[in-house]
């Protein structure tokens, strides 16, 4: 992905699809800058979405 702004409409994306929030986006910032994909991100989180 190339911004963070992409990144996370992807993460959003994904939560809608299960019905999770992701609204805090400075919780998220880490993991795209650790170079995580969205999809990674998210079932690291919430793994019972798997």
Do not use: N, T
Request: net charge negative; hydrophobic share 30%.
């Amino acid at each position: 992905m190339d911004s963070f702004e992409h990144w996370y409409d992807r993460l959003k994306e994904i939560a809608a699809k299960h019905g999770e929030s992701v609204a805090d986006e400075d919780a998220w910032r880490g993991d795209f800058d650790q170079d995580m994909s969205p999809e990674d991100s998210f079932y690291g989180e919430y793994p019972e979405h798997q």
